[in-house]
């Protein structure tokens, strides 16, 4: 009989955990629930709202594909998705429910009230592994507590994780039709469309961020061919197009993290943390995308806009819409800074270096609450997602789970001297600076400020490092 497999952040058809394990029993009827209320109040934005919903239009072609129907609601909010689900399985007479576990706190809510209410009813659920390779509360220390620390928790990861973990899940086969008709999936009301141009220089795609588990495919396969090897020198440079740009893939399951390393094994003699140097980074970056995952959960508190650090929470921030509006828009007098900010809201992805670079400049530069940029970071994001974000901005803002100090505070200059060193980042996105000698575009002088238009900087990093020091220096 029916098994329904509800589609969440994991639009694909291959490697999926409940897909597979649904198809094993019975013919699959598939189903997504649009909650667009729920992702605006957790500050989704249009270009990952955008990128969703055409992830669940490829979705519906891929499952076609293998005659299984997709089913389509627009239930506004999580509350809602016990009694849609419910009727969906009514309506296919499903046997039962199969779903991939999701970790922040509304979503394991959400899940748990759609399991009682399947219980009630009388048909079974079953929920799957499969974002991650440990589940979190599998992976402790020695005092059987969540590691605090990225470092420790990588060893642990790398010590335990065995080839079950890896392998990848079967793909159905096609089923025999059923008398179930898919869903038309209406088109997107108007404000959710965008303009998001993609980062990528080598390739012309008709869409900038192309939805679906091809273009992951392709995207994954590009980076091994062109990228993977000179991951570790090229992964801090801006200016060059040297990561993989799979963040949203990831985040909305257009690929699992099985295929993403499952092809580092097969290009590096099967390892993952040693042979080629690329590989192994790119590895651990994919390990700090779990640990995040596990502090979800561990840490509950992080869900509901609480500091990882309890004693950050006395801290005295500040409060100025003029100076956060200036953050936001690319105006902060810091040429890497600005261009950062104006490649975020120009494509909805930032490089990872500027990510740190602009969340500490917020938080510590203006010293202002780090809710607010991680806030207008997922509204803008293609890539948004719960854990990393939230654990990005806590690391950057020294209430996260960073083991170096809060006295560590990025020179925005000198940062840019270091990783855009021919200040070409800062010319492609700050056109108005692009005609100064690279030297003087991370620091334009006040004569050629005057001469482009480009502002005077807001702080001066020297008193603003020293007030924050103090800001940190008072909670303990
Ligand atoms: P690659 O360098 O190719 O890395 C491969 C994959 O590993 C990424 O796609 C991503 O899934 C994962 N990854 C890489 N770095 C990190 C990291 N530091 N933490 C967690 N996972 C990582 N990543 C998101 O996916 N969504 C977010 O909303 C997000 N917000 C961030 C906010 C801040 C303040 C910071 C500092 C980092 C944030 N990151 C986020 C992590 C990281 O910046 C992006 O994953 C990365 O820039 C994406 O580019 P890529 O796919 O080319 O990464």
């Known amino acids: 009989s029916v098994q329904l497999v509800w589609f969440r952040n994991d639009l694909r058809t291959l490697d999926h955990s409940a897909l597979s394990a649904a198809a094993a029993k019975g013919p699959v009827v598939g189903i997504h629930l649009a909650c667009r209320r729920q992702w605006r109040s957790h500050d989704h934005g249009a270009n990952k709202i955008s990128f969703l919903h055409r992830g669940v239009v490829a979705l519906q072609k891929e499952l076609a594909a293998l005659d299984i129907p997709l089913l389509y609601a627009d239930i506004h909010d999580f509350a809602a998705a016990p009694k849609a689900l419910l009727d969906a399985a009514r309506r296919c007479d499903a046997e039962a429910l199969h779903f991939n576990r999701e970790y922040p706190l509304d979503e394991r809510v959400r899940d748990e009230k759609v399991a009682d209410a399947f219980e009630q009813a009388g048909i079974s659920s079953f929920s799957y592994a499969d974002h991650i390779a440990f589940e979190p509360g599998e992976l402790l220390t020695g005092q059987d507590e969540y590691y605090k620390v990225f470092t420790p928790f990588a060893k642990a990861w790398h010590q335990r994780i065995d080839a079950d973990q890896l392998a990848l899940r079967d793909t159905p086969r096609r089923q025999t039709r059923l008398d179930i008709a898919s869903d038309p999936i209406p088109e997107l009301p108007e404000p959710d469309r965008s303009d998001i141009v993609s980062t990528s220089s080598s390739r012309v795609e008709d869409e900038p961020w192309p939805a679906g588990q091809e273009a992951a495919a392709d995207r994954l396969s590009h980076f091994l061919k062109q990228r993977a090897r000179r991951y570790d020198n090229d992964r801090d440079f801006p200016a060059v197009a040297g990561?993989?740009?799979?963040?949203?893939?990831?985040?909305?399951?257009?690929?699992?993290?099985?295929?993403?390393?499952?092809?580092?094994?097969?290009?590096?003699?099967?390892?993952?943390?040693?042979?080629?140097?690329?590989?192994?980074?790119?590895?651990?970056?994919?390990?700090?995308?779990?640990?995040?995952?596990?502090?979800?959960?561990?840490?509950?508190?992080?869900?509901?806009?609480?500091?990882?650090?309890?004693?950050?929470?006395?801290?005295?921030?500040?409060?100025?819409?003029?100076?956060?509006?200036?953050?936001?828009?690319?105006?902060?007098?810091?040429?890497?800074?600005?261009?950062?900010?104006?490649?975020?809201?120009?494509?909805?992805?930032?490089?990872?270096?500027?990510?740190?670079?602009?969340a500490m400049f917020l938080s510590k530069h203006l010293l202002l609450d780090w809710r607010r940029g991680e806030s207008f970071f997922m509204q803008q994001l293609v890539d948004g997602d719960f854990a990393s974000n939230n654990g990005g901005w806590q690391w950057a803002a020294s209430t996260g789970t960073d083991a170096a100090p809060y006295f560590r505070i990025f020179n925005p200059t000198t940062q840019s001297q270091r990783f855009d060193p021919d200040a070409r980042f800062i010319a492609r996105w700050l056109p108005e600076l692009a005609d100064l000698p690279a030297k003087h575009r991370h620091q334009p002088s006040p004569e050629q400020r005057h001469q482009t238009g480009y502002p005077a900087p807001i702080v001066d990093h020297r008193r603003a490092r020293e007030r924050a020091l103090e800001a940190f220096k008072n909670l303990s």
């Not at 390393?261 to 099967?270: E, Y």
């Open 243 to 358: 990561t993989s740009e799979l963040s949203a893939y990831l985040s909305a399951g257009m690929i699992s993290y099985r295929q993403c390393l499952q092809a580092v094994m097969a290009n590096n003699g099967g390892h993952l943390a040693d042979g080629d140097a690329g590989l192994a980074s790119w590895t651990n970056e994919l390990v700090w995308r779990e640990f995040y995952q596990h502090i979800a959960v561990g840490f509950p508190r992080v869900c509901r806009r609480r500091p990882f650090k309890l004693e950050t929470e006395k801290l005295n921030w500040r409060y100025s819409d003029k100076d956060f509006e200036a953050w936001c828009e690319g105006r902060t007098g810091y040429p890497l800074v600005d261009a950062a900010m104006r490649q975020l809201v120009a494509t909805g992805w930032m490089h990872n270096r500027l990510r740190m670079v602009t």
